[in-house]
Every structure is written in C-alpha cells, then in structure tokens.
C-alpha cells in the first residue's frame, strides 16, 4: 500500500499512466487481454442497453403519442413502469452474482431485453406498451451492478473508475443514437410497410441489441471463482488472484444470510444507500424527456430534426464521462470529482429553475445535464473497492444500493416531472437541484470518514 501510495504522490496530473510502476510484465498483459474483453463488450452492451431505455421518448416525439391517442401523463406512467420493472428485477441477482457464471447471466439479459424492445414497434395501446416498458426494465435491471461486480473481480480500486468510465459513455453513446436512429426513421422509413418513422425505430434498435448479447457469451471472462475457460487459462486466473490479494482483495465467497445481517448492521452501508439514493435523484433531468420536449414546444423544427438537436446534450455527456472519471482515478479521487460534476449539473439546474432567461441560456442549461451521470462509475468504484475484502457483501451491496436508489425514482418523476407541466418541470427541475447539492455533502462527509477510517 506504501508503494501505490507514494508512486502516485510523485505524479504529476498530466502524468497519465495505464499502470501502476509495481505491475509485472505478465500482469501488465493479464490487464490488457482483461481491458480487450470487458471494456469493449460492457460499453455496447451498456450503448444497446441505453438506446432501447431512452428511445422511448424519441418515440414520444416523432408520433406515438399521436399515434396512440396519448393525452395526458402517459409518457411519465411509462417511463415509472421502466422503473419498477428495472427495480423488481435486480432483486434475484442479489443471491445469483455469487453462484451462476457472469458469462452466462448478462449475456441472456441483453438477448432479453432485445427481444421485447422490439415487440415494441407493434404496439396498439398503453397497456400493451407499459407491459413491454416493464420487461424491458425487468432484463435490463441488473447489467449495470452485473458489469461493475465484473469490474470489481478483475480489477484493483486505482484501476476501476477509468476503465468504468470508457463502459459508462454507452450511456450518452445509447441516448445519443435512439435520437439518430429515429431522426433516421422518421425521414426515410416513414410509412414503409405501413409502418410510421417510431415503429421502425424499435425495429432498428432490436436489430443491434441481440447480436451483441449473442457475442457476450464469447468475450466476458466471468470472475475469477468463475472463469470463462473459452477465454482465459488457469495461468491467466491464477495471476489475476494474485495481484489482487496482494492488494488485499478476496477473489472467492457466497452469499449467505449471515452476512447480510453483518451488513445491515453498518452505519456506512446506509450511508452508501443514502448516497445512491441523492445520486439517481440527482440526475434524473437525464431521462425525463426535458430537453426534447422543450425542443419540440419551440414549434419550429420537424420531428426528425428535434431528434437530432436532441443528440447535442448527450454527444457532450461522452466528454464529461471521460474527463470526470480519469480525473477521478488520476488527479482528484472520488469525491472531488463528484463535486466537479455536479457544479456543472448544479448551474443549469439553477438556470431551468429561473426559466425566464434569454433562448441562449436554455440552450446552454441543458447543455450541463449529462454531467449529472458522468461520476457514476466513480460512485460505484468507490463502493467497489471499499468492499473489495468481501466479494458477496460487494455483489449484494451493489444491488441493493442500486435497487433502492432506482426505486425511489420509480414514484419521484411521477410527483414532481407531471408530462402536462413539461417542458417547464419548475419542481422537478428544484427537486433535483436539491439533491445534487447535498449528494456534493455527502460525497464529503463519506470522504472524511474514510480517511479517518484508514
């Protein structure tokens, strides 16, 4: 530990190193061939897994709310039976992380989620697509803990959040095609087959999805008490295991009862809860549909075209994703970064809270809003490598914290982010804002503790 640490006080912020000077040779490639494996396959499928969450509200805006004779709050409704959906469940894999291969497992989920995001294209009514909205929830609900529990097997805590971040520009990526996807469909496949622009647009994203769970049976590694042995050789497991508990990571274990009781009986473990918690309701400006719905009410660009204006925001979330995660592991640490991000969400929060501001300053507002997800694989990280002495206490933690969070947002949209309010979401907008601010407080306080701990 004295080694890393002093190793990192020498370098300079503009030093950026893929690794650490006490890496051996052979671990140096280990890490590669790892990097080759996880990190490709966890940004596609997390891009795929993004595109068939958020094409909904591309959806909403090139037709369907048209189409089906939506009126009221239905776009909300939906987005909430994502939720639910996305909550219920990350509750099995709580128990199955530490038991079923890893290769298995995600790769199922996204040919799962693929099938039923494209039921979607022939959908007639709102009880049929808020069933598919639910399924699609369902399968994607525990990719995200899934992939960082993989993350946290491999990898040392000083490894974690870059190599997270490369995985979490799916998200931005995933946001940013539906919207080109459907600005596609909406000019050149409306009415083809008799099928309207949004139809299509499933269609399309479907096409994308199963494929490449197909091809994550072939490339995920699994963990190492469960190797892919198509991928990696007892050698390659045996050195993975070494450089980890060397730096005092536990690479085998189950899930049992016991433990959990031994977690709930931690303050910091509903710290981290709590911290979750102020995160996803910090950031939910992201997936409401605010920006598009503003675009829209403007009255002066066609449906492709709000499509396409609406890939802006996102296309930037990809640089604050990188930026804030290198920062992260390479010159600020977890906290600071959080804060950096969240500054930046914070000042177009205040704006979209004051509205009556020039066209300019809208514009530049929702320009801010994917920082608000940029330090996601910091957070997560960070929980990852506080457990990385317990592997099924970090495998339930990270569901759990994740389970709660999102629940939470199954109900909080629905109270303060009213589709009849939009786009001006003046208590959504202060709702978040607040939650931002004190997941910065908090972010400080779990920082404090640590180092006092430490």
Known sequence: MTTKTSSLEKRKWYQIQWFQPQDTPRERKLINKLDLLIVPYAFLAYWVKYMDQSNLNNAYVAGLKEDLGFQGNELVQLQTMYIIGAVLGQIPFM????????????????VAWGVFTLLQYRVTGF????????????????FFPAMHYIFGAWYRSDEIA???????LGLTLGTLTAGLIQAGASQRLEGVKG??????????????????GIIGYFVLPGTPDRPNGLLLSEEDVAVAKERLQRDGHVTEGKFSWKGLAKIA????????????????????????????????????FSKARVNELGTISPALGMFYTVAICFASDLVLGPAWAITVAHVWNIIGLIIQVIWEVPEGALWFSFMTTYSAVAMSSVLYGWVN???????????FTLVLINTVAQSTTAWTPLLVFKTVEGPRFTKGYSFVLANAVCLIGMAHVLRIYLAKKE
């Open 95 to 110: 128990f199955l992380f530490t038991y079923v291969p890893m290769h298995w497992v995600i790769p199922f989920l996204d």
């Open 127 to 142: 009880a049929e697509l808020a069933a598919y909205r639910f399924l699609v929830g369902w399968f994607e609900a525990a």
């Open 162 to 168: 870059r190599r997270g971040g490369v995985f979490y």
């Open 195 to 212: 099928l309207a622009g949004w139809r299509w647009m499933y269609i399309i994203c479907a096409l994308i999805t199963i494929p490449i």
């Open 265 to 300: 009986k931690t303050w910091h473990f509903w710290g981290l809860i709590l911290f979750d918690v102020l995160f996803w309701n910090g950031s939910i400006n992201t997936s409401t549909g605010g920006y598009l719905l503003w675009i829209k009410s403007l009255g002066r």
């Open 385 to 395: 490598s506080q457990l990385k002495a317990a592997p099924a206490e970090r495998a």
